[in-house]
């Protein structure tokens, strides 16, 4: 059944840039209709020219019902929610801003604190997946909000995402982001210590890069080990526990083999330590005593 146009939320888009620019662009034909503000004229041309208004002030978007917020930091986020002439200023009760962008841990739940006495729903809903992703549709975002602003959220949310998952509460997206961003990162920093260990070794790093790339595509990269519930060691009598002992077992010998190629070269691994040392705890199955002794 299709909504009455009254009851269509009219949406929101504030900072078009890299990121925010092909979010927003798959707002255009959205029923209710679509404002949009960035500080440069330049880039709210094309959404003007695709249907969508172009507000004069900050606070005019506050007209809209569900608000997109794209911006740098915390500085510019507060700025834009909370700031002189900020959407609060003029928000009506029952509007959701959505903050889109990677900001502190506490800025959202603060926000969300200061403006529920007036109606105004804060929810963070941090993206990964990047531009590309976004002009496809295809990014997946984290959506830390009360269940009824999640579910008014998840069909505009949809048009520039198809992994729309409800985190928690305000602060629980931009929680699950920064852990996502983490391993991101880490993994980074660990495939450059590869590529000094291999580069060292005589070997080509364009090959190298060629190998990961397809073996991660067939076993899904450091995700293939994130199906458990909770950190804590599995139970002695866990069926699954065979499995990750075997995995413990296969990673500890080839880390061992790295680091001892490492010593040969010259070729300090400090990550691939950290690793060989953290391993088994990570992986829900921690030596005993007697595997120790």
Not at 259 to 272: H, I, M
């Amino acid at each position: 059944m299709s909504k009455s146009a009254e009851n269509i939320p009219r949406l929101g888009y504030i900072g078009l840039g890299n990121q925010g620019a092909p979010m927003a662009k798959r707002l255009l034909d959205w029923p209710g209709g679509l404002t949009v503000f960035d500080v440069r004229a330049e880039a709210m041309a094309p959404f003007v020219d695709g249907g969508a208004v172009a507000a004069t002030t900050l606070s005019d978007v506050a007209e809209a019902d569900i608000i997109s917020v794209t911006v740098f930091d915390d500085a510019q986020v507060r700025a834009v929610v909370s700031g002189d002439g900020g959407l609060a200023s003029r928000a009506k009760p029952g509007t959701i801003i959505a903050i889109h962008s990677t900001i502190d841990h506490t800025t959202a739940a603060q926000l969300a604190r200061q403006l529920k006495p007036r109606g105004i729903h804060i929810v963070d809903a941090p993206v990964s997946g990047g531009a590309g992703a976004a002009a496809e549709g295809q990014l997946a975002t984290m959506v830390g909000a009360d269940d009824e602003s999640f579910e008014r959220l998840r069909e505009p949310f949809g048009r520039w995402a198809s992994l729309v998952i409800h985190a928690g509460e305000p602060g629980a997206g931009t929680r699950m982001k920064l852990a996502r961003n983490m391993l991101t990162f880490v993994s980074y920093a660990a495939a450059a210590e590869a590529e000094k260990l291999a580069e060292t070794s005589g070997l080509s790093l364009r090959q190298l890069a060629k190998v990961v790339r397809h073996s991660d595509g067939l076993t899904g990269g450091a995700a293939a080990i994130m199906f458990r519930e909770t950190t804590a060691p599995f139970a002695a009598d866990d069926l699954l526990r065979p499995m990750l002992e075997h995995t413990r077992e296969l990673g500890e010998k080839d880390l061992s083999l790295a680091l001892a190629l490492g010593d040969a070269v010259s070729v300090d691994l400090p990550l691939a330590r950290l690793a060989f040392e953290r391993l088994a705890i990570g992986l829900g199955v921690p030596h005993t005593e007697k595997e120790t002794s």
